[in-house]
């Protein structure tokens, strides 16, 4: 580590002064302070035993897809009567998810239009009370 450095994970004045000043500003930024000054050494080595957990994660779930091959379930097995027949069954529930999609499509568009309705009404009905009451038309909004 660099032992020049003014901020060090070391008791150094400067380190002491930004820990206090932490604990009067905002006691939590104190505490990091005082973490970072008695574990701060230790931070290099945390880092790549992160980052090698992280790729070992990563690495087993490369594993479980086959290297760039696709997914696991997609893979030929060998037999090709079950393979035939995962693949129809697939293709099936692919055209099935699309066909939901659609619907999903068609409801939304339904209950925007239905809401947009409701609220022109409740405008249109607005306006009629506001005008019957006397006040008499909004300026700038068109009477209906």
Same mark, same amino acid.
């Given at each position: 580590m660099?032992?020049?450095?003014?901020?060090?994970?070391? =008791?150094?004045?400067?380190?002491?002064?930004?820990?206090?000043?932490?604990f009067? +500003?905002? =006691?939590?930024?104190?505490?990091?302070?005082?973490?970072y000054?008695?574990?701060?050494?230790?931070? /290099?080595?945390?880092? /790549?035993?992160?980052?090698?957990?992280?790729?070992?994660?990563?690495?087993?779930?490369?594993?479980?897809?086959?290297?760039?091959?696709?997914?696991?379930?997609?893979?030929?097995?060998?037999?090709v009567?079950?393979?035939?027949w995962?693949?129809a069954?697939?293709?099936?529930?692919?055209?099935?998810?699309?066909?939901l999609?659609?619907?999903?499509?068609?409801?939304d568009?339904? +209950?925007r239009?239905?809401?947009?309705? /409701?609220?022109?009404e409740?405008?249109d009905?607005?306006?009629?009370?506001?005008?019957?009451?006397? /006040?008499?038309?909004?300026?700038?909004?068109?009477?209906?």
């Amino acid at each position: 580590m660099n032992q020049s450095a003014l901020i060090r994970p070391d =008791w150094t004045p400067a380190t002491i002064a930004l820990m206090v000043l932490g604990f009067v +500003v905002f =006691w939590p930024l104190g505490l990091a302070m005082l973490a970072y000054i008695i574990f701060g050494d230790r931070l /290099k080595s945390f880092r /790549k035993d992160a980052n090698d957990a992280v790729d070992g994660v990563f690495a087993s779930c490369r594993s479980a897809f086959g290297r760039g091959k696709g997914p696991a379930f997609r893979r030929a097995t060998g037999n090709v009567a079950f393979d035939d027949w995962r693949d129809a069954e697939l293709s099936r529930l692919d055209e099935e998810r699309r066909k939901l999609d659609e619907m999903r499509e068609e409801f939304d568009s339904y +209950v925007r239009e239905l809401r947009r309705a /409701k609220d022109q009404e409740e405008f249109d009905r607005f306006m009629r009370e506001r005008r019957n009451e006397g /006040k008499g038309d909004v300026p700038g909004f068109p009477a209906t």
